[in-house]
């Protein structure tokens, strides 16, 4: 077993350990595994977010020092770490959260197209608007505003990948 797999095992262990023993849910395996697919997404989430803001960081020393659009250099490097962010994000997904079964079939650039229209709708339309509300009608700090936006976004997210962008067909025989 690679050190992934046992570090996973060990992982979903604990979050089985503190949903049946700590907070005592009755929760079936079908209801554990539906859980544990959305754990995966958040890490994959995490690692996203995390890399978006490497590529952003070096695409804008590269623009800087280049001296290549000095107006819009942040624009061009958060529109790069975005497109280069939802293509890592995609790779994980297809292969660590929304595997497909031996029997089912996946259009492989369809599901791309979706990923890209999914992150697209949340990190960009919807991010913004909730913030808009968040911030200019509701009050909120600018520093909290983009948190409470994760907590709408993720699930939101995670169901437009789940059930539209990596929903796989059934091989017909």
Not at 4 to 14: D, G, M, S, T
Not at 26 to 36: D, P, T, V, Y
Not at 127 to 147: C, E, H, M, Q, Y
């Amino acid at each position: 077993m690679s050190f992934a797999a046992r570090v996973w095992h060990l992982l979903e262990a604990i979050v089985r350990f503190f949903l049946l023993k700590v907070f005592r849910l009755k929760l079936n395996e079908g209801q554990i595994q539906a859980f544990m697919q959305f754990v995966k997404f958040g890490l994959v989430g995490l690692t996203s977010t995390i890399v978006s803001y490497l590529i952003y960081l070096g695409s804008l020393l590269l623009l800087q020092h280049a001296k290549l659009f000095p107006r819009f250099d942040y624009l061009i490097a958060q529109f790069i770490a975005f497109v280069l962010s939802v293509l890592w994000s995609f790779f994980w997904n297809s292969r660590f959260v929304f595997k497909k079964e031996e029997d089912e079939t996946r259009c492989v650039w369809k599901a791309l197209g979706k990923s890209y229209a999914s992150y697209a709708f949340t990190g960009l339309f919807l991010n913004t608007v909730l913030s808009l509300l968040w911030v200019d009608v509701l009050g909120i700090s600018k520093l909290i505003a983009p948190i409470i936006n994760l907590l709408v976004s993720v699930p939101i997210n995670f169901f437009m990948n789940k059930f539209w962008a990596f929903r796989a067909e059934k091989r017909s025989e």
